[in-house]
Every structure is written in structure tokens, then in C-alpha cells.
């Protein structure tokens, strides 16, 4: 089955905010493979003059994923969790992640293409910070591979 | 900045990845599709082999930039298209080697374009990696 182009523009209800905390900070870096004092030395990001350790760009999927999985579970927008492949991923940073953040992911269905009997599905989360500031936004392009391919 | 080039290699860097790698990386992420750690189940799905998870390849391959630029909190944006998988093999594993090349550079944001080349097994594994950096000293 192919995913249904009417959830293009089609925008999901906030995610239920992720506590980021420094222990999954710093487990999230060492698993990326960071030598990044700031990820991992709390002394070093209070000096460089953050509250806490900074999250690798990256880990912001984490919050992201909350939001894919609220597009999974949409059986109006059918798209197969099996026969899903990630096309691409981008992250566009006002501030980096920091532990003790309270962040909020909102999801919108950007596109919705046909190609070649795939279906390739832009999905766009903005994450924001407790006061409601803009921290990142996480783009992932979704490639949901049709029954024949 | 002033020295900084167009063209200017920044960073290079072979990372070893195995199937421990790929285990810790589902715990930390959260994300525990089978086919990062099952063999039967890659199979199953017709995969060549256990595949590092693509945002494992793109987080890890960031880090000599993270590095060179001085840490996570001077990355603007980054992005990358995953073209192909990274078959890890249980004993042998699987070797990333990344070269950070300076693609543009933006002396009134103060910022450099970073494009990754991102290899494993000899072939490209990451298309268009792009990371915006505020530049050393910026």
C-alpha cells in the first residue's frame, strides 16, 4: 500500500516533553564515538558556559523519534514500518541540546512523493525548549518502499 | 580563518565499528531494529549482513569535525543521504573513514562548510554530508 499523499501538510499534536538528562548525554556520546569534553565533562561545558553537557548534534533523532512514531501509528497516512528505509537526515541547530533541557518535538508531513512505486515521505519536527524557543529542527526523508521492489 | 581554503582537508579519521558498537548504540538511541544486531533477521529481510545503523554512521562521522571545530555546541547544521548500508561482520566488524574537507566558507557568519567523505569497505556509505560550522577562533 502506498502512503496516502493527502497527509502532506498534515501537522501532529506536540510530543510529551523529553527530560534530557546527563547520563543519556554522555552514554549517547560515547556510543557516537565523541571525545568531545563538552558532551562529556560537565566542568567543561560549565566553563564553556553551559548549564550542563552539551548533546552530540545528533542526538537530537532522539527526540525526533517520538514524533516518527507518532506518524507510524497514523493508519490514515499507511506508511509500513517494515518496508521503511531512511533516505536522508538533517538537523539545523538555533542552540545545541543541553542537559536539563525540557524539549517538545512537533511533527508536520512536509511531502509526500511517488517514485518509482516507492513513496518518499518528508517528515519535519521542530523541537523546542520548555519556554517554547526554538532548539532544532530534524528532518528526515522517509523512503517506503512499494511490494514489488 | 584567514588561512582556512576551500578545499582544505580539516579532518581525517578511520573509525573501527563492530557489533558491540552497534549494540551500545541501540541502547543509547533507543532504537532497536533487529537488523543491527540479528543476523537471522537481516537475512530474513534479505540484507547482505547485520547493518550499522545509518544515524550510527552519521553521528559517528561528525566527530572529527566536532573536534577540529571546537566541540558539539559549534555545529549549525548537518546533514547527510544515506546511499549505502555498512554490513558489520561479527568477528571482523566494519571500518569508517571519514575525510572533512572545507566545502565553502562564509567569513561574515563566520561559519565553513564542512563536506564529509565517508567510506566503508571502499565505497561511499554517505551522499551530500554537510556540516555548518562556526570556525575555530570565530
Given at each position: ?33 565523541s571525545a568531545d569534553p563538552l558532551s562529556l565533562d560537565p566542568a567543561a561545558a560549565r566553563e564553556a558556559g553551559f548549564a550542563d ?97 | ?22 549494540v551500545r548504540y541501540a541502547g543509547a538511541s533507543g532504537d532497536f531494529n533487529p537488523i543491527h544486531y540479528r543476523d537471522d533477521v ?37 546533514q547527510v543521504r544515506f546511499t549505502r548500508p555498512v554490513v558489520v561482520d561479527p568477528v571482523e566488524g566494519a571500518t569508517l573513514e ?41
Open positions: 500500500m502506498a502512503v496516502n499523499p493527502a497527509v502532506e501538510g498534515r501537522s501532529y499534536p506536540p510530543t510529551e516533553p523529553y527530560l534530557v538528562g546527563r547520563e543519556k548525554v554522555r552514554e549517547f556520546a560515547r556510543a557516537v564515538f553537557v552539551v548533546a552530540p548534534p545528533t542526538f537530537a533523532v532522539v527526540v525526533q523519534e517520538h514524533t516518527l512514531a507518532q506518524l507510524l501509528a497514523d493508519e490514515e497516512a499507511g506508511v509500513d514500518f517494515t518496508r521503511v528505509v531512511h533516505g536522508d537526515q538533517r538537523f539545523s541547530f538555533t542552540r545545541p541540546i543541553v542537559a536539563g533541557d525540557e524539549l517538545t518535538a512537533t511533527l508536520t508531513i512536509t511531502g509526500v512523493k511517488s517514485l518509482g512505486g516507492n513513496s518518499m515521505v518528508t517528515a519535519e519536527s521542530v523541537i523546542r525548549d520548555g519556554a517554547g524557543e526554538h532548539v532544532v529542527t530534524a528532518v528526515s526523508t522517509l523512503v517506503v518502499r512499494g511490494e514489488d521492489s | 580563518m584567514t588561512e582556512l581554503a576551500v578545499g582544505d582537508v580539516v579532518a581525517e579519521r578511520t573509525i573501527p565499528l563492530t557489533r558491540d558498537s552497534l537481516a537475512e530474513q529481510v534479505g540484507l547482505p549482513g547485520v547493518l550499522a545503523h545509518g544515524m550510527l554512521t552519521m553521528g559517528a562521522a561528525v566527530q572529527p569535525v566536532v573536534d577540529w571545530a571546537g566541540g558539539a555546541s559549534r555545529v549549525r547544521d548537518y571519514v575525510t572533512a574537507k572545507v566545502g565553502a566558507l562564509d567569513t561574515e557568519a563566520g561559519t565553513a562548510r564542512i563536506d564529509l567523505t565517508v567510506r566503508a569497505a571502499g565505497a561511499t556509505v554517505l551522499g551530500k554530508a554537510q556540516v555548518v560550522v562556526l570556525v575555530p577562533g570565530a
